[in-house]
T-cell receptor, first 112, second 110 residues
Framework: GEDVEQSLFLSVREGDSSVINCTYT??????LYWYKQEPGAGLQLLTY?????DMKQDQRLTVLLNKKDKHLSLRIADTQTGDSAIYFC????????????FGTGTKLQVIP | EAGVVQSPRYKIIEKKQPVAFWCNPI?????LYWYRQNLGQGPELLIR????????DSQLPKDRFSAERLKGVDSTLKIQPAELGDSAVYLC????????FGQGTRLTVV
């Protein structure tokens, strides 16, 4: 089945850039997503990228996709303390239904 | 626009008791998902609906879990009887090309 892997933890200083990485196994992935989850809250969709794209930028967020290596990254520029959260990478297949498989999440800690 | 609404937010029950969760998806979303999120892990799909049809329930423990989505809108997820290992956050999501999540129901089985 599909598998999505992420590193568990990342610590950065406020103002620096954060890069969160993700690898996936399903070569038929159509959409790749980044979600943010703050403590006690549901998941918030941050951004997504179609598999035929290699980059997407949205304000402080940049998503890079290397389809050959099945590697996805999320770069947060000028990281703020409010960015502290768990970030989930997710992918969906192209089977006509949007089944979303999530990674284990990367906990981002922003140090003031 | 209202988001995905789930209730209750929190539930504490004794083991062997039944429990039910309710989800109202975003209007116009045909796909509805129930996920379970254990502490420190990512969400895992339990069941996915396209309108009123359950198109993927392969991960739903059918001996104790059941779900329904009558009329293709609201959905309920039921556990009967609950076990200690069912303690988790149960997330509902809806969408067409991406999934929007509710805040979840945190279930504690004691």
């Amino acid at each position: 089945g599909e598998d999505v892997e992420q590193s568990l933890f990342l610590s950065v200083r406020e103002g620096d850039s954060s890069v969160i990485n993700c690898t996936y196994t399903d070569s038929s992935s159509t959409y790749l997503y980044w979600y943010k989850q703050e403590p006690g809250a549901g998941l918030q969709l941050l951004t997504y990228i179609f598999s035929n794209m290699d980059m997407k930028q949205d304000q402080r967020l940049t998503v890079l996709l290397n389809k050959k290596d099945k590697h996805l990254s999320l770069r947060i520029a000028d990281t703020q303390t409010g960015d502290s959260a768990i970030y989930f990478c997710a992918e969906s297949d192209s089977g006509g239904y949007q089944k979303v498989t999530f990674g284990t999440g990367t906990k981002l800690q922003v140090i003031p | 626009e209202a988001g995905v609404v789930q209730s209750p937010r929190y539930k504490i029950i004794e083991k062997k008791q039944p429990v039910a969760f309710w989800c109202n998806p975003i209007s116009g979303h045909n796909t509805l998902y129930w996920y379970r999120q254990n502490l420190g892990q990512g969400p895992e799909l339990l069941i996915r609906y396209e309108n009123e049809e359950a198109v993927d329930d392969s991960q739903l423990p059918k001996d104790r879990f059941s779900a329904e989505r009558l009329k293709g809108v609201d959905s309920t997820l039921k556990i009967q009887p609950a076990e200690l290992g069912d303690s988790a956050v149960y997330l509902c999501a809806s969408g067409n090309t991406e999934a929007f999540f509710g805040q979840g129901t945190r279930l504690t089985v004691v």
